[in-house]
């Protein structure tokens, strides 16, 4: 049994919903400078079968990557939204959807003191560009914001949003946001397209095109951007709905 060195036993300092479909839960854990990167964004999200009751780690507070440990429920991906590994903390913004499982049910019961690990940090962020098209749905809202951080003032691009509840976003004067409802997948595709073409037009072989969400919207993405270089591309499905 591989045990993961970089674990990190977390507790639930916050929780709040900063829209109607999503809680951002801050964790305050030690050690948390290897999480600071824009290189990587991702974490996994280790959730104890009882979150009040403590965690169950090896002698070196390390934990069994195969998930045989009985404390462990589930593991999940999760994006960093923020971070301030100086003052040992992250946050993490849950979508809080339909049939929700463990991710999701952890983040609307949590209460301060509440445990659970991440180790990390995983994936990959956006190449430094002069132009972009980033299209997510809800679950890939925080990586945008996060992505958006690392976009320079001068950046020109669109980012289409799809969800029914709009948070707010930071992004250069140059990059455009448009909302849609979760329902307009077909409609955000084709904007997403026309947006990737105008961008080719002004600035050729400088946008770098992102996206994340469900599966299928993903697979149509992968379709839509067959001619943009894998240098300039990444697109992550992060949850498949069944
Ligand atoms: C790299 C990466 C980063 C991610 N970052 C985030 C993040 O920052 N915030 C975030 O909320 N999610 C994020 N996700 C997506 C998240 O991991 C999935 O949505 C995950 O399935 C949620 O786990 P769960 O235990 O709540 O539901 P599961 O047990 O996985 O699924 C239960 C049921 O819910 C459905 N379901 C799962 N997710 C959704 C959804 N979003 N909308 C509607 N139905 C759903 C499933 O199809 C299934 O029927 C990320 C995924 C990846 C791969």
Redesign the pocket.
């Given at each position: 049994m591989r045990q993961r060195d970089d674990f990190r036993t977390m507790r639930v300092v916050s929780s709040r919903r900063i829209s109607p479909s999503m809680q951002r839960l801050r964790l305050t854990g030690d050690d948390l400078h290897r999480f600071a990167t824009y290189e990587n964004l991702?974490v996994r999200l280790y959730i104890p079968k009882e979150p009040r009751s403590g965690w169950n780690t090896t002698d070196n507070g390390s934990i069994d990557e195969s998930l045989n440990d009985l404390s462990v429920s589930?593991m999940?991906?999760?994006?960093i939204r923020h971070i301030d590994a100086d003052a040992g903390w992250i946050e993490?913004?849950?979508?809080l959807?339909?049939?929700?499982?463990?991710?999701?049910l952890f983040a609307l019961a949590a209460r301060a003191g509440d445990s659970c690990g991440i180790s990390g940090p995983c994936?990959r962020g956006v190449k430094p560009c002069s132009s972009c098209v980033l299209i997510g749905d809800?679950?890939a809202l925080?990586?945008i914001g996060r992505i958006c951080e690392t976009l320079v003032p001068a950046c020109i691009g669109r980012i289409i949003a799809l969800s029914d509840h709009p948070i707010a976003l930071s992004v250069p004067t140059g990059v455009s946001v448009t909302w849609m409802p979760t329902s307009a997948r077909k409609s955000a595709l084709r904007i997403a397209e026309m947006a990737l073409r105008a961008t080719e037009e002004e600035l050729p072989d400088q946008t770098f095109v992102w996206g994340a969400g469900e599966f299928r919207m993903i697979r149509e993405l992968e379709g839509l951007t067959k001619h943009v270089p894998s240098e300039r591309r990444l697109l992550?499905p992060?949850?498949?709905?069944?």
């Open positions: 991702h589930a999940r991906y999760y994006t993490i913004d849950f979508v959807h339909d049939h929700g499982g463990p991710g999701c994936g809800a679950t925080p990586a992550m992060y949850w498949k709905s069944v």
